[in-house]
């Protein structure tokens, strides 16, 4: 379940991935919500993918674990 549909993504308030730089190239902005946490392109405001927390929780935590070995 989503907390927001994808027209109301302009009450979010989008944080841009630290590691995406300041070129333009490939950026990732994440915005979190009560339940859930939603992950966009910056380049276009359309699309994102929306994740309960649960979810984006094992995602962090594998991408931690796959990141450091």
């Known amino acids: 379940m989503n907390d927001e549909r994808p027209e109301d993504q302009?009450?979010?308030t989008w944080v841009k991935s630290s590691y995406s730089g300041t070129s333009g190239g490939e950026c990732v902005e994440v915005?979190?919500?009560?339940?859930?946490?939603h992950v966009r392109d910056s380049k276009t405001v359309g699309p994102m993918l929306s994740f309960e927390a649960p979810t984006w929780?094992?995602?962090?935590g594998e991408t931690a674990r796959h990141a450091n070995g």
């Open 31 to 37: 915005a979190t919500a009560p339940r859930t946490t």
């Open 57 to 60: 929780s094992v995602f962090l």
């Open 10 to 12: 302009s009450r979010l």
